[in-house]
Nanobody, 123 residues
Framework: QVQLVESGGGSVQAGGSLRLSCSAS????????VTWFRQAPGKEREGIAA????????LYRDSVKGRFTVSRDTSKNTVYLQMNRMKPEDTAMYFC????????????????WGQGTQVTVSS
């Protein structure tokens, strides 16, 4: 049974940092794309950062480019999202998704999802 478990969410002031983790079990993250999504209340889920866990290539949306960094540790079967210089508009539920089957930024393009971790940034 495949499980993705996000952790590391919490509350932080604007300008602060958090690091999210996405740990996988029953699935190897070593050879496909793993993408971080977020969903704010009343908004659609949006993909913000992706990493190809075998080759290390990364992609970022403009809204987080230069502030967020996605990385992986294949020995721990874990993908991370380091979030720096955070803004109130970063407040959302953050999800990781794995096993790309379609458009990399589309929430319908992945087979496996975690349950999410809440991030709140206060001004």
């Amino acid at each position: 049974q495949v499980q993705l478990v996000e952790s590391g969410g919490g509350s932080v002031q604007a300008g602060g940092s958090l690091r999210l983790s996405c740990s996988a079990s029953g699935y190897s993250v070593s050879s496909n794309w793993v993408t971080w999504f977020r969903q704010a209340p009343g908004k659609e889920r949006e993909g913000i950062a992706a990493i190809h866990t075998r080759f290390g290539g990364t992609l970022y949306r403009d809204s987080v480019k230069g502030r967020f960094t996605v990385s992986r540790d294949t020995s721990k079967n874990t993908v991370y999202l380091q979030m720096n210089r955070m803004k109130p508009e970063d407040t959302a539920m953050y999800f990781c998704a794995a096993e790309l089957t379609g458009n990399i930024w589309s929430s319908s393009g992945y087979k496996y999802w975690g349950q999410g971790t809440q991030v709140t940034v206060s001004s």
